[in-house]
């Protein structure tokens, strides 16, 4: 009979479940299920201190509140619930919209920052450390497909989307967008666009070069290390570490964990970034067993079974596996034990033990409390799901209906408006020069398919 360890987060709120408190605002408002409503006022410090980190989406909320361009729009939201996050919902209420939202991620929510969203009247269903069966209860909720008929999806890992198509179908055709952000819904959506089963556009935030480029390589390259310092506290220099998959996040994860010193190795499906690897100076292997003495497995593949039961067998004792990906498959946990604390420690009747991270959820915001992504790179991915928003209403306004396809929004436009944070300053083209180019001296500069 295995043996299993279990190491638990301090948390010194009530563990009791939130579905079982009757909850109000000062207002007297129901319509929102959270861990504690006490904590409002300090999560309304949280939310002040990322607009400050977002300048470019205040002076878009400033620009735009009084014409209200979003009313009408009846958006339900399922994301990270973080300061963050906040502002970006509440910039959606100051514009128009009417917004109901839920967490995509099980651990990720700031308890403080969902009580000040539910104070200030955002029926918010969402608390840090939700069981499997509160995250589909909080979703069921959010929709309120009863009392309310939500006509956008903004969704982060498709959840959302796949619990509205599957359960409320009617409703599901009469949305008129969805902007999804991570690669699983992304995916999720392409199988339904193959199989003839999309009816409603949405748009593709994740393969922006702006989300590509900011948050899954720079804000992933701070948060392995974070995640990981963090939850075990080791030193890393001379350590063996396999990252699985070199994209953005994978590189972000092999550049932070090499400064440490680590010795990484690295296994890749694509040739093109496998000949990467070499300019880099970084081993490829095979597979995630070739290196049986590795102290750290970062799998960032965002695919199915990267990690099944085979390989955690065949892992030195001690191995620490953590998963970077926004894929909740890629490691084969249940294989082993169900696990629904962050930092959970697995002995095995043999007596070697693994230690996984973050429960078939993402190390990057499955992580403590107090860590957060840096807001100016969260302000591009931000504004990267804010104007789908206006783009839908356009479309809806306009032309009722528009042909059911995945769109990416103009990067350019998205980076334009953060200048001014970094007092950054554009060189203008010539005449000549744009003619050169075959351009417009004011862009846009790169073609559609730039990655």
């Not at 360890?5 to 129901?30: F, I, M, N």
């Not at 979003?70 to 973080?82: P, S």
């Amino acid at each position: 009979m295995p043996y299993f360890c279990v190491a638990v987060c301090s948390d010194s709120e009530d563990e009791s479940s939130p579905r079982d408190k009757p909850q109000k605002t000062s207002k007297g408002l129901s319509d929102f299920c959270i861990k504690n409503m006490k904590q409002a006022e300090f999560g309304r410090r949280e939310i002040e201190t990322a607009q400050q980190e977002m300048p470019a989406l205040m002076v878009l909320r400033k620009r735009a509140c009084g014409e209200k361009p979003l009313a009408g729009a009846k958006v339900v939201g399922c994301t990270h619930i973080t300061a963050q996050t906040a502002v970006l919902i509440e910039t959606l209420s100051v514009l128009g919209a009417q917004c109901r939202w839920a967490a995509c991620n099980i651990f990720s929510t700031q308890n403080a920052v969902a009580a000040a969203l539910a104070e200030r009247g955002t029926p918010v269903f969402a608390w840090r450390g939700e069981s499997e069966e509160d995250f589909w209860w909080c979703i069921d909720r959010c929709v309120g497909a009863e009392t309310w008929q939500p006509n956008m999806i903004l969704d982060d890992g498709g959840d959302l989307t796949h619990w509205i198509y599957k359960k409320h179908p009617g409703l599901f055709k009469k949305i008129i967008g969805i902007v999804e952000e991570s690669v699983t819904g992304i995916y999720r959506l392409y199988q339904l666009s193959k199989a003839g089963k999309l009816c409603i556009p949405a748009m593709n935030v994740n393969d922006s070069v702006t989300k590509q480029k900011f948050e899954n390589l720079y804000c992933c390259k701070e948060s392995i290390l974070d995640g990981l310092k963090r939850t075990t506290d080791i030193m890393f220099g001379g350590k063996q570490v396999v990252v699985c998959g070199y994209g953005e996040v994978g590189k972000g994860c092999c550049a932070a964990l090499k400064a440490l010193g680590a010795v990484i190795y690295v296994t890749e499906v694509d040739p093109i970034l496998t000949a990467v690897l070499y300019k880099v100076i970084l081993a490829l292997i095979k597979n995630i067993t070739t290196v049986p003495i590795c102290f750290v497995s970062v799998v960032s593949a965002g695919n199915k079974n990267v990690v099944e039961r085979e390989h955690l067998d065949r892992m030195k004792s001690g191995c620490i596996v953590c998963n970077m990906g926004h894929c909740s498959t890629e490691i084969d946990l249940l294989c082993h034990v169900e696990v629904v604390v962050v930092l959970p420690y697995c002995m095995s009747g043999s007596g070697s033990h693994r230690a996984v991270q973050c429960s078939r959820r993402t190390l990057q915001t499955g992580r403590l409390p107090a860590a957060k992504e840096d807001g100016q790179v969260l302000s591009l991915n931000i504004l990267k799901q804010l104007l789908p928003s206006f783009f839908f209403i356009f479309i809806f306004i306009l032309f009722k209906h528009d042909k059911p396809s995945i769109l990416i929004i103009p990067d350019e436009y998205v980076a334009s408006l953060h200048l001014q944070t970094f007092d950054a300053h554009l060189t203008e083209l010539t005449d000549e020069q744009a003619k050169y180019l075959g351009i417009s001296k004011h862009g846009p500069f790169k073609p559609n398919y730039y990655k």
